[in-house]
Nanobody, 121 residues
Framework: QVQLVESGGGLVQAGGSLRLSCAAS????????MAWYRQAPGKQRELVAA???????NYADSVKGRFTISRDNAKNTVYLQMDSLKPEDTAVYYC???????????????WGQGTQVTVSS
């Protein structure tokens, strides 16, 4: 059983910073892309940032220059450093990962339970 567990959300004033963490646990052989998504009330879930196993990254235009995604492959953990936060960054943030549990098995996509980030003006 594979689980993704997020931590680090909370309430912060505009201009502040937060760091989210997501640890994958369970029977894991390898992890490909790890990503952060977010969903604000009344809006669709959107990709915030993604990072490949080799370190290549991709960001939504709305967070470029303010957010940084990174990962620790030894710990099966992905991070999202969020700086210069804005009220429009308020959302539930979800961790996502493509995981294979055996060497020759299929890749499966997993989601975390989400962590609330609230930015006050």
């Amino acid at each position: 059983q594979v689980q993704l567990v997020e931590s680090g959300g909370g309430l912060v004033q505009a201009g502040g910073s937060l760091r989210l963490s997501c640890a994958a646990s369970g029977s894991i052989f390898s992890i490909n892309v790890m990503a952060w998504y977010r969903q604000a009330p009344g809006k669709q879930r959107e990709l915030v940032a993604a990072i490949a196993s080799g370190g290549g990254t991709n960001y939504a235009d709305s967070v470029k220059g303010r957010f940084t995604i990174s990962r620790d492959n030894a710990k099966n953990t992905v991070y999202l450093q969020m700086d210069s936060l804005k009220p429009e960054d308020t959302a539930v943030y979800y961790c996502n990962a493509d995981i294979r549990i055996t060497r020759s098995g299929a890749w499966y996509n997993y989601w975390g339970q989400g962590t609330q980030v609230t930015v006050s003006s």
